[in-house]
């Protein structure tokens, strides 16, 4: 297995009883009352850190209790790393991906337009959004 990248590890660091798993890492859960590690760490393919509790706790409520958000989750600079390109994606199967990703770009768009506050969550799904879009018009 590789080893955890920078934003996964600094992540682990926060946890106790850290021990690898088959897929990632499991560790205690902060949120519930865990005496066996509950919690379920990975990387995801595009870099992000994702977060599973078997009790249940959702990963905002684990993040808050680190003392970090759900933003914290993704790389640094925004930019998730390219996931590596599936075998036999169609032009159909391109094109209905954009249609995803603008919807969010409407989504999100819709809520700035109606005066709500965009949370770094959804400020961070808007640029992942657009830079799939970027990469779906460079593949043709
Ligand atoms: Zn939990």
């Excluded at 009352?33 to 379920?40: G, I, Y």
């Excluded at 870099?47 to 914290?72: I, N, S």
């Excluded at 992942?128 to 879009?133: D, G, P, T, V």
């Amino acid at each position: 297995m590789s080893p955890p990248s920078p934003l996964l590890h600094r992540f682990l660091q926060r946890l106790e009883s850290v021990k690898p798993s088959a897929h990632g890492f499991s560790a205690r859960c902060p949120v519930h009352d865990d005496r066996s590690p509950s919690l379920s760490i990975k990387e995801g393919e595009d870099g992000r850190v994702l977060l599973h509790c078997f009790a249940g706790c959702p990963p905002q409520e684990v993040v808050a209790v680190l003392g970090l958000t759900m933003a914290d989750l993704f790389p640094e600079n925004g930019q998730l790393r390219r996931p590596p390109p599936a075998p036999g994606v169609t032009r159909t199967a391109l094109h209905a991906a954009v249609e995803i990703e603008q919807q969010v770009l409407f989504i999100v768009a819709y809520d700035r337009v109606k005066g709500k506050s965009i949370s770094p969550t959804d400020a961070a799904r808007e640029r992942l959004a657009k830079q799939r879009i970027e990469l779906a018009r460079r593949a043709g």
